[in-house]
């Protein structure tokens, strides 16, 4: 099987940082595209960032020029550096991993942000 864990939630002030991490673990042969995605009180789940193996990014027009995503391949590990945060971005941030020729996805338990005016 494969697990995601995801660390690094927590409380912070507007205009402060915070690093997520994404741990994957298990069964693992190789590790396609990673993914952080986000869901606030009422609302639904959204795509914040993407990586594909190679390192090719995207970003959600919210995040752009301020959240970085990046991935330690030896590892299989995903992170997500956040600058400059904002009321807006306080949500639960979920780690998701497609993994294999099939591309079976995965889902990591969730790690709160918050972050306080």
């Known amino acids: 099987q494969v697990q995601l864990v995801e660390s690094g939630g927590g409380l912070v002030q507007a205009g402060g940082s915070l690093r997520l991490s994404c741990a994957a673990s298990?069964?693992?042969?190789?590790?396609?595209?990673m993914a952080w995605y986000r869901q606030a009180p009422g609302k639904q789940r959204n795509l914040v960032a993407a990586?594909?193996?190679?390192?090719?990014?995207s970003y959600a027009d919210s995040v752009k020029d301020r959240f970085t995503i990046s991935r330690s391949n030896a590892e299989n590990t995903l992170y997500l550096q956040m600058n400059s945060l904002k009321p807006e971005d306080t949500a639960v941030y979920y780690c998701?991993?497609?993994?294999?020729?099939?591309?079976?996805?995965?889902w990591g338990q969730g790690t709160q942000v918050t972050v306080s005016s």
């Open positions: 998701s991993a497609k993994i294999g020729l099939i591309g079976n996805t995965y």
């Open positions: 990586i594909t193996r190679g390192g090719d990014t």
């Open positions: 298990g069964r693992i042969s190789s590790i396609s595209t």
